[in-house]
T-cell receptor
């Protein structure tokens, strides 16, 4: 079964440190999404890409978050500097237009 | 933006019981998915069902797009069905999925 792969699964870091999360979408999928899940806000969209081009990153705090797709097999989400309020589970998802989205297992981030 | 409301927020049942979860949405959609988030946090695709009815084993789903709701049926519940069930929709002309707040299902042995 093809699946979306996210690394790392868990990350614990101190406030102020840079955090990089990686995602390998399913081969052939041309849309990639980053979602964040917290108890208070639920699942919220941070950014999405189509054919590697960023189409919407309005959900991201621009001063500290950045999302890129250096190539079709890799998407990254960076936080610099990290803050305790960034603690959450970050999901990557991929799909094709007008087809179901498939989610990775997430990266659980804890910022102390 | 579109509103997605799921009910009930919490549901506690005994093993073997049947359940119906509901998802209401406030605008026309061209994509609706049901997910199960298991106790390990994984989001598992259950159904891609913008309209009509689908069945997969003990689970089935129906979406009535004209009336803006979808139902997820779980029959003969098992303890492994426990977790949070999310409905997510995509508005026509947009790409992103908007999630409801979920229904937390607990199946007791």
């Amino acid at each position: 079964d093809a699946r979306v792969t996210q690394t790392p699964r868990h990350k614990v870091t101190e406030m102020g440190q840079e955090v990089t999360m990686r995602c390998q979408p399913i081969l052939g999928h041309n849309t990639v999404f980053w979602y964040r899940q917290t108890m208070m806000q639920g699942l919220e969209l941070l950014a999405y890409f189509r054919n590697r081009a960023p189409l919407d990153d309005s959900g991201m705090p621009k001063d500290r978050f950045s999302a890129e797709m250096p190539d079709a097999t890799l998407a990254t989400l960076k936080i610099q500097p990290s803050e305790p309020r960034d603690s959450a589970v970050y999901f990557c998802a991929s799909g094709l237009v007008r087809s179901p989205l498939h989610f990775g297992n997430g990266t659980r981030l804890t910022v102390t | 933006g579109i509103q997605v409301e799921q009910s009930p927020p919490d549901l506690i049942l005994q093993e073997g019981a049947n359940s119906t979860l509901r998802c209401n949405f406030s605008d026309s959609v061209n994509n609706l998915q049901w997910f199960h988030q298991n106790p390990w946090g994984q989001l598992i695709n259950l159904f891609y069902i913008p309209s009509g009815t689908k069945q997969n084993g003990r689970l089935s789903a129906t979406t009535v797009a004209t009336e803006r709701y979808s139902l997820l049926y779980i029959s003969s519940s098992q303890t492994t069905d426990s977790g949070v069930y999310f409905c997510a929709v995509r508005v026509q002309g947009a790409q992103k999925l908007v999630f409801g707040q979920g229904t937390r299902l607990t199946i007791n042995p």
